[in-house]
């Protein structure tokens, strides 16, 4: 056996010792770093001595050569990460929706003294007052008044509704570049991770700004992650990260990044929009060289698909579809419902008017005007001192009317407000409820992967003890060495 043998043991615990304590050092200067998994190293017994051979050292049996860094690992949870991306990107959906719905209800403002609903009552008791007084040219006055404020109300919904809209379009073009924007950064790294591993190195740091990326991938689509192996010889390198977007029951709808060969199928942001009904629409998503279908982009969670849900799509190129499209086709026809209707009664002078030649009631809300200029002309009886017409139109608001649904123009209003109340409750309880759940998620991979500072500062003075503890081995074996070099061998002189 080797003289210098111990010399050797005790090197190799201080080495092994030392990165153990330098990744603790790491760990901690890193506590507060987004995304950052703890590492630890595994601590691993070098190959006994003397291997099987014909020359072998005559010895009783194998003895322990000491100790060596086996390798450094991540402490994490693959299955925490599915869960975790999983509720991220129903978190993700229901927040945008519910977003996009509470900016519809602050517009609406129902039940308000300045909503549309008002101003309905305020031109509706207009109306009883000239039926009252047909020939006061005050309340004849007041009628147009209110009349103007009635289309004005429609006009400014139309409008605002109009322009939310091309936020939320400008909003599903930025989401579209930060995804493409995040594909190309994971390719990139699956490509560095794939010459580390290569050479035997297990890219942790890597690891962790990857799935960081992948994190905020899951909030915008829902996706399914694979690995790949690198060539890798160490056991705890992941590998490339293949990424498929996926419905809600797991089903592959395109994929991503192919990590076997650095393929990149990124969003197409050309091409996204058709005009359906006078309304800009989503009508098709092509991802790299493939086209997805509308359906089964809208079966996948995210807030990509929550954007276009409340934007509006189309699944048959016929019809707009999504909350605010919804909203506003029904707003539109009470607009065009309302102006059809009264015109009629009025008489031959239409009261109301469009902006516009209209040949259905698309695009009625923001093109409704009042058409009548003197209000002397307005049609309130067929003799002079009779108020029986002006009761009439009054009843335009009050009487059902067939294509609302066969109710009255306020009361249709009414429960498309309803509607919209119920569908904001909706949205806004699985938004609370999709973030518990994450959070409970993240906790529990927290729990796991998160740097506790109390554990790191036990791990240091227990590496720190045990290096100290190889110093005096490695003190001890010198000083035998010493004895033997310099003391043996005098006795007699």
Do not use: C
Not at 303 to 324: M, N, P, Q
């Amino acid at each position: 056996m080797s003289t210098f043998r111990g010399l050797e043991m005790a090197k190799q615990a201080l080495f092994t010792q030392q990165s153990a304590l330098h990744t603790t050092g790491h760990n901690i200067a890193n506590a507060n770093t987004e995304g950052y998994t703890r590492q630890r190293v595994n601590f691993e017994s070098s190959l006994p001595s003397p291997n099987a051979s014909r020359n072998r050292e005559q010895i009783p049996g194998q003895l322990g050569t000491g100790v060596q860094a086996g390798s450094i690992e991540r402490i994490r949870n693959q299955f925490l990460d599915e869960q975790f991306r999983s509720e991220n990107s129903k978190s993700g959906y229901w927040e945008s929706r519910s977003e996009a719905l509470s900016r519809m209800e602050k517009l609406l403002n129902e039940p308000s003294e300045t909503g549309l609903s008002a101003s309905m009552d305020q031109f509706w008791q207009s109306l009883q007052d000239l039926s009252v007084n047909p020939e006061n040219s005050g309340a004849r006055s007041v009628v147009l008044q209110r009349g103007e404020a009635l289309t004005d109300t429609f006009n400014y919904l139309s409008d605002s509704l109009s322009n939310i809209r091309g936020d939320l379009k400008n909003e599903i073009e930025v989401t579209l570049k930060d995804a493409n924007t995040i594909l190309t950064e994971i390719d990139k790294i699956n490509q560095e991770v794939r010459k580390l591993e290569t050479h035997g190195y297990t890219a942790n740091d890597l690891y962790d700004k990857r799935d960081l990326l992948l994190d905020e991938l899951s909030n915008i689509v829902n996706i399914e992650v694979t690995y790949n192996n690198s060539h890798s010889s160490s056991k705890t390198a992941d590998g490339v990260a293949t990424v498929t977007m996926v419905d809600d029951t797991g089903n592959s709808i395109v994929k991503l990044i192919n990590g076997e060969d650095d393929t990149v199928n990124k969003f197409t942001e050309t091409d996204l929009f058709s005009d359906v009904n006078h309304l800009d629409v989503f009508s098709n998503m092509v991802i790299g060289d493939t086209e997805v279908p509308l359906n089964n982009l809208l079966a996948s969670s995210g807030s990509l698909s929550g954007l276009i849900e409340s934007f509006g799509y189309t699944l048959d190129g016929d019809v707009a579809e999504g909350d605010y499209p919804s909203f506003m086709s029904r707003l539109d026809t009470i607009a065009y419902e309302f102006v059809n209707t009264f015109n009629e009664v009025h008489g031959e002078e239409p009261f109301f008017g469009f902006t516009s030649e209209m040949t259905d009631f698309n695009g009625a809300a923001g093109l409704i005007n009042v058409a009548l200029n003197d209000p002397e002309k307005i049609n309130a009886g067929e003799q002079k001192g009779n108020g029986e017409n002006a009761l009439k139109l009054a009843e335009v608001i009050t009487e059902p009317m067939e294509n609302l649904d066969d109710t009255s123009m306020k009361r249709f209003y009414e429960s498309v407000i309803g509607d919209l109340g119920v569908i904001a409750e909706h949205a806004n309880r699985m938004t609370e409820n999709t973030t518990i759940l994450k959070s409970q998620v993240e906790n529990q991979r927290m729990s796991v992967s998160s740097v506790s500072l109390d554990e790191e500062m036990t791990n240091m003075l227990k590496f720190q003890h045990a290096y100290n503890a190889a110093a005096r081995s490695m003190t001890a074996t010198d000083e035998l060495l010493d004895r033997v070099i310099n003391n043996m061998g005098l006795v007699g002189r």
